[in-house]
């Protein structure tokens, strides 16, 4: 079955950090660009971050400094680690394998004292 499972969202305080993982299965993952999108209440889908099979990594101007995406493909495994979050992080956050064009289903970032 193809498909990609987010999970590792929840609520965190401000200043907080958390750890996303987005498992793969039915995709030739190690040769996908891999990568992180958001959608914050209101607003438009947003780039978050992304990692080639290379470990070529970009970042969004809004998390650049504080996320770091990284990949472990004897896993089928994308990660993103999100330090000192900010209220403005709150969003679904969904991975996205881009030689599949798969989505995830998404998991909720909740950043609130």
């Known amino acids: 079955q193809v498909q990609l499972v987010e999970s590792g969202g929840g609520l965190v305080q401000p200043g907080g950090s958390l750890r996303l993982s987005c498992a793969a299965s039915?995709?030739?993952?190690?040769?996908?660009?891999m990568g992180w999108y958001r959608r914050a209440p209101g607003k438009q889908r947003e780039e978050v971050a992304i990692?080639?099979?290379?470990?070529?990594?970009t970042y969004g101007n809004s998390v650049r400094g504080r996320f770091t995406i990284s990949r472990d493909d004897t896993k089928n495994t994308v990660y993103l680690q999100m330090n000192s979050l900010k209220p403005d992080d709150t969003a679904v956050y969904y991975c996205?394998?881009?030689?599949?064009?798969?989505w995830g289903q998404g998991t909720t970032v909740t950043v609130s004292s």
């Open positions: 039915g995709i030739e993952f190690s040769d996908n660009d």
């Open positions: 990692i080639s099979p290379g470990l070529s990594t």
């Open positions: 996205y394998a881009f030689g599949d064009h798969i």
